[in-house]
């Protein structure tokens, strides 16, 4: 894994602990598994946004996360924990994808 995606890697799991994750589970991953038990419709929308902003590098990016690293302990967010992943993931999950597709878009030219 080059420098770059280490460093995103690391500031992943960080944010994943901050909001009371696993400190070595991803945010995606968390979303993932929680998406796959279909228990809450708060996973399912943050893997909505997650997804998106993935969508043109990888399809079920969140549930790919989570098949990847299977062996984390994956916790349930309080409400406050809630709401601090979704401002942290929205707004960069929607740069993220509108930049992915100008990318995909400006290379097809
Ligand atoms: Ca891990």
Redesign the pocket.
């Known amino acids: 894994m080059s420098r770059i995606k280490n460093i995103l890697h690391a500031g992943d799991?960080l944010i994943n602990a901050t909001f009371g994750g696993?400190p070595?589970?991803?945010i995606s991953?968390r979303t993932g598994f929680h998406m796959a038990s279909h228990h809450d419709p708060y996973w399912n929308r943050l893997g909505q946004i997650i997804d998106w902003g993935f969508a043109p590098i990888e399809d079920r990016h969140c549930l790919e996360a989570w098949e990847n690293?299977q062996?984390?302990d994956y916790q349930d967010a309080e409400r406050w924990d809630r709401i601090g992943l979704a401002v942290v993931v929205t707004p960069f999950c929607l740069v993220l994808g509108t930049v992915l597709r100008i990318r995909k878009w400006w290379q097809s030219l």
């Open positions: 799991n696993d070595d589970a991803s991953a690293d062996c984390e």
